[in-house]
């Protein structure tokens, strides 16, 4: 009976939309997390009677055959890169992007990564670094004399010294955009890599080219809904039973056959 197959298809389904719900539950409180979405598509049908073939000599045609579907398979799980909330953290080194964009930051190997997260610190020798240590592009170092560090909405990085007046300019935080930011590659901890779906990154300063601007002492909250994600958790839940109930019903309408005589 095909509906066995059918229904284990729609629990598979259901069982990786429950993953994704669970995954956007428990980064709910992850600065710059994105929710994620699952898409999922019909898979082939098998046609008993094909749609408009011919069934006479005189040319008459079917007007409706009889298609059967073989169940559901998943398409993508995609990110909603929705503006999340803005927190005040008075922590002079959090930065909160106001609109479209990534912080460009540097891993290990040399090989650029982008995330939403900025929460910030600085290094032992005074360069701005991400939670783990990687280096903020382009690499702006804080001097050990600097009594304040100020950043503005255009990502102007600015310090005022022991012993001075005036401030020093020390550098400009830079900003990354995508064509397709959906299609950018997740690695862990806040990172996000570039992909051929993505397109590549279009840096620039904040504010230009359609990129947001930033706000120090601010950090971006998680886009997750908690009121949403109940409901689509419950959803999925109740298609998961229905699916199950599908494959009882098929295993006792089998037993129904093997109890002829």
């Keep these: 009976m095909r509906s066995l197959s ?3 298809t729609g629990m598979m389904a259901q069982q990786l939309n429950v993953e994704v719900i669970s995954n956007n539950i428990a980064n709910m409180t992850t600065t710059g997390f994105k929710r994620m979405r699952p898409e999922f598509q ?4 098998q046609n008993e009677r094909r749609t408009g073939a011919v069934t ?8 409706a055959g009889v298609q059967l579907g073989l169940g559901v398979k998943t398409a993508a799980v995609y990110r909603i890169h929705d503006q999340g909330s803005l927190v005040n953290t008075e922590n002079r080194f959090d930065v909160a992007i106001q609109g479209e964009g990534f912080f460009v930051v540097e891993k290990p ?3 650029p990564a982008y995330t939403r997260s900025g929460n910030f610190q600085l290094s032992p020798q005074g360069v701005i670094v ?3 240590g990687y280096p903020v592009s382009p690499g702006i170092t804080v001097p050990s004399e600097a009594i304040d560090v100020s950043i503005a909405a255009d990502g102007q990085v600015t310090a005022k010294l022991q012993g001075q007046t005036g401030v020093v300019v020390l550098g400009q935080l830079e900003l990354a955009s995508f064509v397709n ?9 806040n990172l996000l890599i570039e992909t051929e779906a993505s397109g590549p990154a279009l840096i620039g300063p904040p504010g230009s080219e359609g990129k947001g601007t930033v706000l120090q002492g601010h950090l971006e909250s ?6 949403q994600e109940i409901t689509q958790l419950i959803a999925a839940q109740r298609a998961y039973d229905m699916n199950s109930k ?8 089998m037993a129904t056959v093997t109890q002829l005589r």
């Excluded at 930011?181 to 901890?189: M, N, V």
């Excluded at 009882?248 to 309408?253: I, L, N, P, R, T």
Aim: hydrophobic residues 40%.
């Design 56 to 63: 006479s000599d005189t040319g008459t045609i079917v007007p």
């Design 109 to 111: 190997d040399g090989e």
């Design 6 to 8: 059918v229904a284990a």
């Design 130 to 132: 991400t939670q783990d």
């Design 222 to 227: 998680s886009n997750v809904n908690a009121v």
């Design 246 to 253: 599908v494959i009882q019903a098929s295993d006792e309408m």
């Design 42 to 45: 019909d898979l082939l049908y």
């Design 181 to 189: 930011p959906a299609g950018l590659e997740a690695i862990g901890s």
